[in-house]
């Protein structure tokens, strides 16, 4: 978890497309999305194109335009997903 998470906030750190929030601890990590798409439409987008799983933040009572995405993962398919998160925000821009 730690791993994915310093990977996850070294990835994101100068990302047009959106920015890891801060957090005390937790099996997961806040984005706040920088896009046109809300975090529904972000969430739906993902799984159709990139076959990704996120949560859209309302899920977890947040404000709108924010994803939840897990920490759990081992970290190569962590990486792997994070990397086509990031190509997928870009596709959708």
Not at 9 to 31: P, R
Not at 61 to 69: D, I, N, Q, T, Y
């Amino acid at each position: 978890v730690r791993a994915n998470r310093r990977f996850l906030e070294k990835t994101l750190d100068f990302c047009v497309f959106a920015q890891v929030l801060k957090a005390e601890g937790g099996w997961y990590s806040i984005l706040r999305l920088k896009t046109m798409m809300n975090d529904e439409e972000a969430a739906l987008f993902l799984l159709k194109k990139k076959d990704l799983l996120t949560h859209p933040g309302y899920l977890y009572g947040l404000p709108e335009g924010m994803l939840v995405v897990s920490l759990l993962l081992p970290e190569r398919l962590f990486k792997k997903g994070i990397f086509g998160l990031l190509d997928g925000l870009r596709e959708s821009v």
